[in-house]
């Protein structure tokens, strides 16, 4: 083989490569797009919990939507100063945040409720659930393994004799527990004192009482207390209207199966006598 073939062979493609590079370094320089200073900032700004409260995947997604037309309140961990500050970077107009805790609409505790069955497998909430819905007579009921407690961010939800509990003190509303909950008791309320029915039996009274002492047993006796017509028996339910309900507590004091609470009136969930 003709030596100088090779040489200028392996010249010209040297001088191919070398040409290359530099065309790479020259597109990087003139055509890359830097990274926004500003979604850094928001980034920055936001608490870094990723919990998908505002309807994005993380922090950092919803960061490089308010620099483009999302609202600035969305961040409900960050409550209203987040809000400020990420109006202040943008310069848009700072909104309150609208603050909410998560409630769970059961207080079917572990000396309260009728169990139908022993369970024995994986303590998960979703996989007791896909069996016969749990091993309690209700079917609507909190089944007690935690998976709501497992995805808190904040060390605010915990099962106290059986049932989940979210403490309002630490609670953000996030909605990560609600979604966790394969029973969908747990709702993401409007953080203020207002009366919340604490089950989710829909029975009949009687069928209700005998499965659990704490249920609703749609009795009206609260419908017929409440003088801001705030509260009202539907599907043999207790259910409140928070646009009309003012937290005065009426409601609470007649339950005779104490299946309704106030979401400031107790630090610890009680128990039915």
Do not use: H
Not at 123 to 147: H, P, Q, V, Y
Request: glycine content about 8%; some cysteine; aromatic content about 4%.
């Amino acid at each position: 083989m003709d030596i100088q073939a090779i040489i200028s062979a392996v010249v010209v493609l040297t001088s191919i490569g070398a040409v290359s590079a530099v065309m790479l370094v020259v597109v990087d320089r003139f055509l890359s797009i830097p990274e926004d200073a500003l979604v850094a900032e928001i980034t920055e700004i936001l608490p870094g919990v990723n919990c998908g409260a505002c309807g994005y995947a993380g922090c950092q997604d919803y960061a490089l939507a308010v620099t483009k037309d999302e609202e600035v309140n969305l961040c409900v961990p960050g409550g209203d100063e987040v809000s400020r500050l990420i109006a202040a970077a943008t310069g848009k107009e700072a909104k309150d945040v609208m603050e909410c805790v998560a409630v769970v609409r059961c207080r079917g505790y572990d000396d309260v409720a009728k169990k139908k069955m022993e369970y024995d497998g994986v303590k998960s909430c979703i996989a007791a659930n896909a069996i016969f819905s749990g091993s309690r007579e209700c079917r609507e009921g909190c089944l007690g393994f935690g998976d709501c407690v497992a995805v808190c961010k904040f060390d605010a939800m915990q099962i106290i004799d059986g049932v989940a509990y979210s403490d309002p003190e630490k609670c953000n509303g996030c909605g990560v527990c609600a979604e966790a909950c394969p029973k969908g008791i747990i709702d993401i309320l409007p953080l203020s004192n207002r009366a919340v029915i604490s089950c989710s039996n829909r029975e009949k009274g009687a069928v209700a009482r005998k499965q659990c002492s704490n249920s609703c047993i749609g009795c009206r006796l609260c419908e017929k207390a409440c003088n801001y017509g705030a509260i009202k028996i539907v599907d043999n339910l207790a259910q409140v209207d928070f646009e009309k309900c003012v937290g005065c507590g009426d409601c609470k004091a007649v339950c005779p199966t104490k299946a309704i609470s106030m979401i400031f009136g107790e630090q610890k969930p009680l128990i039915a006598d």
